[in-house]
C-alpha cells in the first residue's frame, strides 16, 4: 500500500488485538527484515488448505483431520510437493 511504517502501526493498533511491541515487531519484520515471510506464511497456508481439501475429498468418511494434522506435524520438515506425495502414501491414495 505504500504505508509508512507509523501508518501500518495505526492501522495495527486500530484492527488487530495484538500489544504495541508486538505491533512494532511485526511492522519490522514484514516491512524492513524479511519481507517474503508473510507471503510464505499464506502460500503454506492456503497449500495446507488444498491439501486438507483434497484427503477429505477422497477419503470421504474415512477422513480424520486429527490424523491429518499429526501426520503433516509428525513429519518433520519437507517441501510442500514431498509432504503431498508422503500423505498421498500415508492415506493410501494412489498418484496419477
Avoid at 511504517?5 to 488487530?16: K, L, T
Avoid at 488485538?17 to 527484515?33: N, W
Avoid at 491439501?51 to 518433520?76: C, E, P, W
Amino acid at each position: 500500500k505504500g504505508w509508512t511504517r507509523e501508518q501500518a502501526m495505526e492501522f495495527m493498533r486500530q484492527n488487530v488485538i495484538e500489544s504495541e511491541e508486538q505491533i512494532k515487531t511485526e511492522t519490522l519484520r514484514y516491512s524492513c527484515d524479511i519481507q517474503g515471510q508473510a507471503l510464505g506464511y499464506k502460500i503454506g497456508s492456503r497449500r495446507f488448505q488444498e491439501l486438507r481439501l483434497k484427503y477429505a475429498k477422497l477419503l470421504g468418511n474415512k477422513f480424520d483431520v486429527i490424523k491429518f494434522h499429526d501426520l503433516i506435524l509428525s513429519g518433520g520438515c519437507m517441501p510442500m510437493e514431498i509432504l503431498e506425495k508422503w500423505l498421498d502414501r500415508e492415506f493410501g491414495v494412489a498418484r496419477p
